[in-house]
Nanobody, 121 residues
Framework: VQLVESGGGSVQPGESLTLSCKVS????????MGWFRQAPAKERKAVAV???????NYADSVKERFTVSRDDEQATLYLQMNSLKSEDSDMYYC?????????????????WGQGTQVTVS
């Protein structure tokens, strides 16, 4: 399984971005998927995870601003990022976990994309 993120970029505070994560798989998505972020020399941490039933958990810092969604038919995960702040700047990664339980811990996800940079300034 390969995951390819896109949609990152440089924006000003208050603007929006939409990240996409395309999963290359011939199997319809039935897994947990999530968006994570990481700054240089810091630990990777969860932004939002979504399970097969659409149950979502967001990091407190992004609640009311970010929206995660998935299109299982298109094998794509999205992250709509609104009202961006400078502190949202990071490398963003999507990840997949073959489990019904969507852990917020990065080490529970074996499959990762290459990341897409988000810069807000």
């Amino acid at each position: 399984v390969q995951l390819v993120e896109s949609g990152g970029g440089s924006v000003q505070p208050g603007e929006s971005l939409t990240l996409s994560c395309k999963v290359s798989s011939t199997t319809k998505l039935t897994f947990c998927m999530g968006w994570f972020r990481q700054a240089p020399a810091k630990e990777r941490k969860a932004v939002a995870v979504i399970d097969m039933d659409g149950k979502i958990n967001y990091a407190d810092s992004v609640k009311e601003r970010f929206t995660v969604s998935r299109d299982d038919e298109q094998a794509t995960l999205y992250l709509q990022m609104n009202s961006l702040k400078s502190e949202d700047s990071d490398m963003y990664y999507c990840a997949l976990r073959r489990s019904q339980y969507c852990s917020p811990e990065p080490h529970d996800y074996p499959d990762w994309g290459q990341g897409t940079q988000v810069t807000v300034s």
